[in-house]
């Protein structure tokens, strides 16, 4: 049996494991999408900081995506993910209080803490490179990434059955139901095989500083296509709830929605690995950026409830190609000594820019007109500027490399 065999034996356990912990662990994500703008205009003190809660999210995993990406590289894959889990039961706790209290200072806290757990689930996709052949990570990727198809039904379903658990305050059900999801999930990770990075010998190489790793079109084009596809998919995801609800409908028809968004993202995933093996990685990255501005012409042409379906649904499979893309792009373009550098630093720079799209989003919903169907236009125009800059530097990376080849 050859290495690369032995190899994928053990990281097709991994990947087990991983897929496990993302449909698990990973339905409070949905669940937090759902409430986090609802709860924010239920707690806030104006309807323009509605989604500073996902916003907060956002930026707590941005912050400390480079501080976990160094404690994995020094104590290992099993204790980052455990640590995440327990930053998320704590922001599901302290968000709860915060709803019972009525105070909206404390439900950002939780929010925050709840970017602790999203920091970790980001590094589940890395993990599944961990101990990957090269012909098997893209695949090892996709397979991690499409176990949040259960997440998807679980996450929204759980917002169904916990909606008055806590009556007369609203939203708290969820809350409690992250708690319990995290305390579940964490033993998942006992089953995880994935060695500790080695300690640096004091001969051995460093890698290439950040800068020069910036400096690389392949990372620098990989992070850039990476940082649009999901900025895109939470700037409009953030508003839809918002959208829905200021349109006439219902929380449970924003729930449903959702829930039909989270299933375009990760069903794709059963072959995104696939295509892109086959294809290679940019044309699958073009094609994801392609369906992209197709969500945003779909939003833009009416608000009735197939509207919304259609658009979500197309920004779940564009996110997943854009991203899972650029993910495979930027695996391929460093060494194992440069791994925390190179993926704390993408993840940081990603979950900036989702930050920044998520604050936006609520703006310009809320505040850019005086109607949802003149915000969900605002919100959904933004897109043009970000697919531009993302199309415009992978068509330069192609001609590149084709100059190269010749």
């Known amino acids: ?18 897929v496990a912990a993302q449909a698990f662990l990973g339905a409070q994500m949905p669940i937090s999408f759902v409430l986090g703008g609802l709860s924010g205009q239920f707690l806030g003190p104006h309807p323009c900081l509605a989604t500073l809660p996902i916003s907060l999210i956002v930026f707590g995993s941005m912050m400390t995506a480079p501080v976990m990406a160094n404690f994995m590289q020094t104590n290992g894959r099993r204790a980052g993910f455990i640590l995440g889990a327990a930053g ?5 706790a302290l968000s709860v209080i915060g709803l ?30 961990d101990t990957a052949s090269e012909g098997f990570r893209p695949k090892a990727i996709s397979y991690v990434m499409a176990g949040g198809l259960l997440s998807a039904i679980v996450g929204p379903q759980l917002v169904k059955l916990t909606g008055t658990l806590t009556d007369p305050v609203p939203f708290a059900g969820g809350y409690i139901a992250i708690v319990v999801l995290n305390l579940i999930g964490v033993f998942v990770f006992a089953f995880l095989d994935i060695p500790k990075p080695p300690k640096p010998e004091e001969n051995s190489p460093a890698g290439r500083s950040r800068m020069e790793l910036l400096k690389t079109p392949r990372i620098a084009v990989a992070m850039i296509c990476a940082m649009v596809s999901y900025s895109l998919m939470n700037l409009v995801m953030t508003s839809t709830p918002l959208a829905v609800v200021g349109c006439g409908f219902t929380t449970n028809n924003a729930a449903d929605i959702v829930s039909a968004h989270v299933l375009a993202m990760f069903v794709p995933s059963f072959f995104t690995g696939h295509l892109i093996a086959r294809f290679g990685v940019e044309r699958i990255i073009a094609t994801g950026l392609i369906i992209l ?22 920004l779940g499979i564009g996110w997943n190609f854009g991203f899972i893309g650029g993910t495979a792009m930027l695996a391929s373009a460093h060494s194992p000594e ?26 310009l919903m809320n505040c850019s007109g005086g109607s949802a169907q ?18 415009g530097a992978l068509t330069w990376f192609a001609l590149r490399e084709r100059r190269i080849a010749a």
């Not at 998320?88 to 599901?92: E, F, K, T, V, Y």
């Not at 791994?339 to 703006?363: E, H, K, P, Y």
């Open 293 to 314: 501005g197709a969500a945003g012409l779909v939003a833009l042409s009416g608000v009735e409830l197939g509207h919304f379906y259609i658009t979500l649904v197309l």
């Open 100 to 129: 019972l209290q009525g105070s909206f200072a404390l439900f950002l806290i939780g929010s925050f803490c709840t970017g602790i757990y999203m920091s970790a689930q980001g590094f589940y996709r890395f993990a599944a490179t």
């Open 338 to 363: 440069e791994r925390g550098r190179v993926q704390g630093m993408n993840d940081f720079a990603v979950f900036g820019m989702v930050t920044i799209a998520s604050l936006s989003s609520g703006l």
């Open 1 to 18: 049996m050859t290495d690369a065999h032995i190899s994928d034996a053990r990281a097709r356990k991994n990947v087990a494991v991983l």
């Open 374 to 391: 003149e915000g969900w236009t605002a919100v959904n125009i933004a897109m043009i500027p970000f697919l531009l800059l993302a199309g």
């Open 88 to 92: 998320g039961a704590l922001g599901g």
